[in-house]
């Protein structure tokens, strides 16, 4: 067969796995009662099994990152977040879920797809100095100096964190999706960078007292879902949630570009421990 005009070497094979950053599903599910006690009493003890073995996060088949969580409210009962490369091993988490002895037993009613990225309002060392500047520390400064070499220090772990999170070992976890508005007289995406960069600098700024009680992802999900990102935050205690969030809607950059879905609220167990409190 010819080769097609212009092409002097091979495509390159495609791949659904990221070039750089892991894919994240946080998916949520409730327990349907009915379909629950229609089971007899052995399929529901081997679905029980089943379930844990499929969401055990020592296992062969599971993503790098895997979390089970309960669900306070209506909405759902148990709560998985997932991330990993690959999209398809975390769907296939969610497909042996569907095809298990609980499949009917366990129906999704939320689900939201994004990946993990560094933001392009994380300051480069250059940005980071200007921004040194222009709140009044001279290049020349030993202060200057200290803080843009602690920054220089500090800013690889800070975006492998970003691309490839460890899962922090706090009980209290919330997740919700958010925009940024695009209304006539509140537009995020006409405002310039410098503006937009400036705001979200004072916003980290808010985030970062709360360091030690509450640990903060964000996932990017443009083209992936409806909503822009994705917030999940951990905390040692539910009031630190509320805190946060209340303190950080002050922050111009939230007050008045920021649009929030759904709050999902859980507490962090194993599948074992879920399943057992759900009555399962």
């Known amino acids: 067969m010819n080769r097609p005009h212009g092409h002097s070497a091979p495509l390159p094979a495609p791949t659904v796995c990221m070039t750089e950053g892991w894919h994240c599903l946080h998916i949520y599910y409730r327990i349907d009662q009915a379909a629950l006690m229609a089971l007899p009493p052995e399929q529901r003890a081997h679905g029980r099994a089943e379930v844990i073995d499929i969401l055990n996060p020592e296992g062969e088949y599971v993503p790098v990152r895997m979390q089970v969580s309960v669900v306070s409210g209506h909405r759902a009962d148990i709560g998985l977040m997932m991330m990993d490369p690959d999209p398809l091993k975390i ?23 994004s990946i993990t990225e560094v933001s392009e309002y994380v300051p480069t060392v250059e940005q980071y100095a200007e921004r040194l500047q222009r709140e009044g520390t001279a290049a020349g400064d030993p202060a200057f100096e200290a803080k843009l070499n602690a920054y220089k220090q500090r800013l690889p772990a800070m975006n ?12 209290v976890m919330t997740f919700y999706p958010m925009n940024k508005a695009r209304h006539p007289l509140a537009n995020w995406f006409t405002e310039p960078f410098s503006a937009r960069s400036e705001l979200m600098a004072e916003h980290a700024t808010s985030g970062i007292k709360f360091a030690g009680r509450v640990s903060q992802l964000i996932t990017a999900s443009t083209g992936f879902d409806d909503w822009e990102w994705g917030v999940t935050l951990w905390s040692r205690a539910p009031e630190h949630i509320k805190e946060i969030v209340y303190s950080m809607r002050f922050d111009r950059a939230s007050a008045k570009y920021a649009e929030f879905g759904p709050f999902y609220v859980s507490y962090v167990m194993s599948a074992k421990e879920a399943l057992e409190h759900c009555r399962v």
Not at 160 to 171: F, K, M
């Open 91 to 113: 769907d296939a988490i969610t497909q042996r879920l569907r095809a298990s002895q609980l499949g009917t037993v366990l129906v999704p009613t939320y689900s939201f797809v």
């Open 160 to 171: 492998q964190q970003r691309l490839y999170p460890d899962l922090p070992p706090l009980p």
